[in-house]
């Protein structure tokens, strides 16, 4: 039951919103050029923190935006939440 | 007043004029109007409400609210009976039934009562221990179990009333109406917030309607009716009667289940009996008050044992006398109020026992006056009835509470008040990550600091005066306000009280020990039935942890979720580890924080709104013609059109047969449609379909297979190309959202320097399949506008024209296989459309098909869906490998090489048909090469889709078989242990007719 | 050639006319009526950019709102917020046809798609003093009216329905998007769920 912040809709319930996967690292730009490794960790590996957790979300009840969002996974607590594209603040990442 | 022996002729709050009638086991009882089961029981002289859950004792009216461990009953009789009810929560209705619980044959006469070999059956842990093994006879044990235990039974009827669900915002929510709320509620009021005041009672007010003593020199009745008219006044203010707050949830998301109409006989038509409230709140105070708790002492569960703070309840608010001649037993001075206004009411009190060796306090000692005998360090160790109380034993009681001094003295009485001590209701506090601490001095838990937008006040949080309950609302009321964005807001002057002096301190006493020699049961929790015996056995048991021990035993496992017994199990517990209170803690608390039924939760998601209904354009077309629904994800799609006097086969038979031999018509609007537009459109398509599309022409379309970034088939359909840079895609029915959110992320996030538009335009379009040899000829009468030769429009070709009047899109596809085409026309002309076709194709003998007939003709050319294309298969798997283009990038191209999805052992699509021709392939099945073999049997393989090919007279199947393609010819088993099925299968193509695919190009 | 038929409502069949449920003594707390016969046309765009923006107002005499969840109206025509770079466009005055191929010849020179959902979507307009009561029965938003203004739109759920809301207006009447293949059970859910309050279905509006 908790809310997320829709960076154009605003505050909305869970219900509306779709889990979209992990968002700590995005699609690399030339998948063919990377060695085969590389592309198994971009595939299939997750972290799993207790703790900030980046995510995507999309707001599939409302403007069908993604966005990504910082969620506490020990407390549902959604610290920041941002456009694609946009850097989400206190992830610790930079533009 | 002879039918209520027990009632004072004035005072309280209820209606004396008003008189109604209810029944309880059977006897016709009064009652007036403001009374609630219970009170109305206890002046009519009922004491034996219930029996108890495990042991069947006798059990009395214990409390006055909602922590009433006891008094549970069956409430109403026919579809509305609801178990489990507590008697003091019961508003009397004229005409109301309500039935004792746990007992039979009566509550009276109980065949599972007094037996020892009940109580012996039951330690804690008893269904573990005892009736484990033998497995097989424990149908034999439940049968005969169910009768003694249980909890009331449930309706058998559906329930007749309706249950309604809504959503509220504010910026302060306020549980709880009494002196703390109310003083909330007015600061967060006049500070202009949204606010939300919720109730569990009938009026607001709590304690102020009859226990509290006068504010401003007034009853505090007034004081609190002058508070709610202001409120009701306020135009942001909503008041919530009869609601109890049963959840607190993330991000100060809150749950209430209002009684809209549980006080009357039934509810008034389109009434809601219930209402589920949904509450997000900004700030939140929770001014829930606190609850008495008793003792744990021999024999301290007979009808007759109360709460002191319940029979002031009764005397004060109900005019009811719990009893004649009472004794008061408590630790701590609130129940010396209680005891004055017992006296006053006209109840004989005996004398008070004072756990603690001192005074009380001076405020405490005025109330109780000079008349009345008190003993000080003294317990009540024992009591004395058979059916209901009628005396206490007393004794003089050690500075450390374990033993026992002096002789045993006697007091006659039908009526004990127990106090010992209160529990602030820290549970929503808790619920909302808040973690209670505990508090030697009040010996209970009071909230701790909190996680979520909260703040107790009044009694919740450990403040027992009038005074500071008033005053503890208004500052949290404008606290809440200020932290809502309302920065002005003011913390109201607090209204002037009684002086109530300094209080003594309270006496930690949890548990009196029993006299020399006397065996009975000492109780920790009354509606669970768990003593303080089973606590210290399971201990010993090793049952250290509280949370454990709450399974173990089931204490604090009720519906009153251990309201009045779970501090003192604790201390029971503590106290038998050799630890502190605060050392073994509290279990978690959890919603519901009251019972809520599942009606209520439920609301009106039952029958058919369970859940929304799909429908196409021709959906009142199909219903009209018979058509046998089923859904596909939310969808109801025609899965036959069974003539009179057809069976299910005859017509999926026939259905089949037109198809192949002249024409059909099948509505096929479900499948997903998605509008693609923009400068880079061939480019995106490119990227999410492995083949290639920068060379489809306009008027074109091709079929496509895209990935998920693992390589694994995601979805399969065709494309469109309607005009330079616009395409209509098309998605399977399943996995129409899923592929748009697919391609929204990858414009989205990924590639957001593409200029493509896409929109879901699937309920948009009503679509029309047309197929079989026939269909041309039919087609040819809908449109003039198109010319439909084979020359003009061959195979996966796509015209713009009208059609019958209405314009819209033509496709030259097929999914049988046959000579087909799909018409797509704006759904509000949809059925105008499916009409003109069924008109257009008389001659030919059209026939509407459903979703068996295209599941068959799809199986039989071979085409996949669901079944094949189930989140492990690759496109080599299914055969689409050459299509993957190696001159472009697309999603999941990279993870193509990876040894696993290059393994040539990889499970691919083939035919089946079965090695005698004749044997049906069971769906489902495993395959393998040698049935005979030892288990585990290697399976190599299953059946994805099986059925009876009318066109070819056998049984024919698709399954993915480990290097199947390498297998045509080969014999293989179809296994299904569990239906017994084992079927010999000859390895074939996919593709069972016209594999040229001679007649979709005819 | 035969003549171009009417179109048929997906609540042809259900729409009964009349009042319903616990009805006070001042009247149904609810009123109800479809609007048939719209033109909806779905746009798609670079939001952000001027001669875009110019180029619809040009076409429509209306702007397309930037700001998420408002509307703009004009000479009939109404453009809702949907996404930064989407909105629907709502006309009681245009054939659905005209006004999607002229509007993709206004935009022609431009990024962006013009799709006509006409058939698509079905409106249902929720009048009436309890209309917000019965909209928070089932739809999460807060319909408090410093919330939800006078010309806001907002996506939300309704039941389990997604559903696009629109205060006309001042804001007393809502218009309720859905998708057609939903619309009988929105229906049904409405008209169940306004019980309570008493409830008209009145003539369905013509635009
Ligand atoms: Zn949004």
Not at chain 2, 669 to 691: M, P
Request: charged letters at 20%.
């Amino acid at each position: 039951m908790f809310n997320i912040r829709c960076p154009w809709c605003g505050d909305r319930p869970e219900i509306e919103f779709s889990y979209g996967g992990d968002a700590s690292r995005s699609r690399p730009d030339a998948p063919e050029t990377l060695s085969d490794d590389a592309w198994h960790d971009y595939v299939f590996i997750r972290d799993n923190p207790a703790g900030p957790h980046a995510e995507y979300w999309q707001h599939t009840g409302g403007c069908r935006q993604w966005l990504r969002a910082l969620r506490n996974t020990t407390t549902h607590e959604i610290l920041a939440t941002a456009a694609p594209g946009e850097p989400l603040p206190l992830s610790g990442e930079r533009k | 007043m002879n039918g209520q022996p027990f009632r004072n002729a004035e005072g309280g709050i209820i209606d004396h004029d008003r008189s109604l009638g209810f029944t309880f086991n059977g006897r016709r009882h009064q009652g007036f109007a403001g009374d609630t089961l219970a009170s109305a029981l206890l002046a009519s002289g009922v004491r034996r409400v219930a029996r108890s859950f495990k042991y069947h004792r006798p059990r009395g009216i214990f409390a006055a609210g909602e922590e009433e461990p006891s008094a549970l009953v069956q409430l109403r009789i026919g579809a509305r009976t609801e178990p489990n009810v507590r008697a003091t929560r019961v508003e009397l209705f004229d005409g109301l039934v309500a039935n004792s619980q746990n007992c039979w044959p009566s509550v009276d006469f109980d065949l599972g009562a007094g037996a020892a070999w009940v109580s012996r059956l039951m330690p804690p842990g008893f269904y573990y221990k005892t009736f484990k093994w033998p497995g097989l006879l424990w149908p034999a044990y439940e049968h005969v179990l169910r009768k003694l235990a249980g909890m009331g039974v449930a309706p058998r009827q559906a329930d007749p009333d309706r249950y309604e669900h809504r959503f509220a915002h504010c910026d302060v929510l306020i549980v709880g109406g009494g002196p703390a709320g109310l003083s909330a509620a007015i600061a967060a009021g006049r500070a202009g917030a949204r606010i939300i005041v919720a109730d569990d009672g009938p009026e607001f007010g709590g304690s102020l309607a009859a226990e509290a003593g006068p504010i401003d020199g007034a009853p505090a009745r007034e004081w609190a009716a002058v508070a709610v008219a202001e409120l009701t006044a306020m135009p942001y203010v909503t008041l919530v009667r009869r609601a109890s707050v049963f959840g607190y949830y993330d991000h100060n998301g809150l749950a209430i289940s209002e009684h809209v109409a549980d006080h009357l006989a039934e509810p008034l038509p389109f009434q809601p009996r219930q209402r589920l409230w949904m509450v997000r709140a900004r700030q939140v105070v929770l001014a829930t008050g606190a609850t008495e708790r008793s003792f744990v002492f021999a024999d301290n569960d007979r009808p007759g044992i109360m709460l002191a703070s319940a029979a002031r309840t009764y005397a004060n608010r109900f005019a009811v006398r719990a009893g004649r001649r009472c004794v008061v037993f408590t630790n701590n001075d609130s129940a010396y109020g209680a005891a004055a206004d017992l006296a006053a009411a006209g109840i004989e009190v005996a004398a008070v026992i004072d756990a603690r060796p001192g005074d009380p306090g001076p405020a405490a000692a005025k109330a109780l006056g000079t008349g009345i005998e008190r003993l000080a360090g003294h317990a009540v160790v024992a009591t004395r009835g058979g059916g209901a109380l009628t005396a206490v034993e007393v004794a003089p009681l050690n500075e450390s509470g374990d033993s026992l001094g002096g002789s045993l003295r006697r007091f006659d009485c039908d009526l004990l008040c127990v106090s010992g001590g209160w529990n602030p209701a820290v549970q929503l506090h808790a619920q909302a990550q808040g973690r209670p601490v505990y508090d030697d001095t009040l010996a209970a838990f009071v909230p701790g600091p909190s996680v979520q937008a909260e703040r107790s006040a009044g009694s919740a949080k450990g403040t027992f005066t009038l005074a500071g309950c008033l005053a503890d609302g208004m500052e949290a009321g404008a606290e809440a306000a200020r932290q809502a964005g309302f920065e002005a807001a003011e913390t109201p002057p607090v209204p002037a009280c009684e002086d109530e002096g300094e209080a003594a301190p309270m006496r930690a006493l949890w548990s009196v020990p029993p006299p020399p020699g006397l065996r009975r049961k000492r109780f920790v929790d009354l509606q669970t039935d768990v003593t303080q015996a089973d606590v210290e056995l399971a201990s010993r048991e090793g049952y250290k942890s509280v949370e454990h021990l709450k399974r173990y035993t089931t204490l604090g496992m009720g519906t009153d979720q251990g309201r009045t017994g779970n501090v003192p199990g604790l201390a029971v517990l503590a106290r038998s580890l050799g630890a502190d209170i605060p050392q073994v803690g509290t279990t978690t608390f959890r919603p519901p924080y009251v019972p809520v039924t599942m009606a209520t939760l439920a609301g009106r998601e039952i029958g058919h709104h369970f859940q929304p209904v799909r429908r196409s354009a021709m959906h009142g077309w199909h219903e009209t013609a018979g058509a046998a629904f089923v859904p596909a994800g939310l969808w109801l799609r025609p899965q036959f059109y069974a003539r009179p006097g057809e069976g299910l086969w005859d017509a999926i038979y026939r259905e089949t047969v037109a198809v192949r031999t002249s024409v059909g018509l099948c509505d096929v609007s479900t499948l997903g449609k998605i509008d693609i537009q923009g400068a880079d459109s061939a480019e995106f398509l490119n990227r999410v379909y492995i083949n290639a599309w920068s060379k489809l022409g306009i008027g074109r379309c091709r079929y496509g297979v895209m990935l998920r970034e693992d390589g694994i088939t995601l979805d399969d359909g065709t494309t469109s190309r309607l005009a330079r840079n616009h395409y209509l895609m098309t998605t399977t029915t399943a996995n129409a959202g899923a592929v748009m959110g697919h391609l929204e992320y990858f414009l989205q996030v990924v590639w957001p320097e593409l200029d493509v538009h896409i929109i879901s335009v699937t309920e948009e379009w009503a679509a029309i399949a047309l197929a079989g040899p026939d269909s041309r000829k039919v087609l040819e009468r809908l449109t003039d506008d198109i010319d439909v030769s084979n020359e003009a429009l061959p195979f996966m070709g796509v015209r713009e024209g009208t059609f019958a009047g209405v314009p819209g899109r033509l496709f030259r596809i097929s999914f049988s296989g046959e000579l087909a085409y799909e018409i797509n026309v704006p759904a509000d002309y949809g059925q105008h459309l499916w009409e003109a076709m069924l008109e257009a194709g008389k001659e030919f003998d059209i026939t509407p098909y459903g979703t068996e007939a295209l599941g068959i003709l799809r199986t039989e050319k071979g085409h996949v869906v669901g079944g094949e294309l189930n989140g492990r298969t690759t496109a080599d798997d299914l055969g689409f490998g050459r299509m993957a283009s190696s001159a472009k990038e697309f999603i999941g191209k990279r993870s193509l090489n990876r040894p696993g999805l290059t393994d040539e052992n990889r499970k691919q699509l083939v035919g089946l048909v079965p090695a005698d021709g004749k044997t049906a392939i069971p769906r489902g099945a495993q395959i393998v090469t040698d049935p005979d073999q030892a288990l585990p049997n290697p399976m190599i393989g299953e059946v994805t889709s099986a059925c009876y090919s009318p066109n070819l007279e056998t049984p024919i199947g698709l399954g993915i078989v480990a290097a199947g393609r390498a297998r045509m010819g080969e014999t293989l088993y179809a296994l299904s242990p569990m239906r017994g099925k084992r079927v010999a299968v000859t390895v074939t193509n996919p593709v069972f007719i016209d594999p040229e695919g001679e007649r979709l190009r005819a | 050639m035969p003549e171009m038929p009417q179109r048929c409502s997906a609540l042809f069949d259900a729409y009964q006319t009349g009042t319903f449920g616990a009805v006070p003594e001042d009247g149904p707390g609810i009123q109800l009526a479809e609007r048939r016969g719209l033109a909806i046309i779905h746009l798609a765009g670079p939001g952000g950019d001027e001669n875009f923006r110019t180029a619809v107002k040009g076409c429509l005499g209306c702007e397309a709102p930037v700001i998420p969840n408002t509307t703009a109206t004009a000479d009939g025509r109404c453009l809702l917020w949907l996404a930064p770079t989407r909105w629907l466009l709502v006309s009681a005055r245009d054939a659905p046809g005209d006004l999607e191929r002229d509007l993709s010849a206004a935009l022609a020179s431009h990024s962006g798609a013009v799709t006509d959902v006409s058939s698509g979507r079905t409106v249902i307009r929720v009048t009436g003093r309890d209309a917000r009561q019965l909209l928070a029965k089932g739809c999460p938003l807060d319909f408090h009216g410093s919330r939800f203004k006078p010309e806001n739109c907002a996506q939300s759920i309704l039941g389990a329905i997604n559903v696009l809301l629109h205060a006309t207006g001042d804001g007393t009447a809502i218009d309720l998007y859905c998708a057609r293949g939903f619309a009988l059970s929105m229906w049904e859910w409405l008209t169940d769920a306004a019980g309570e309050f008493g409830y008209s279905i009145d003539v369905a509006i013509q635009g």
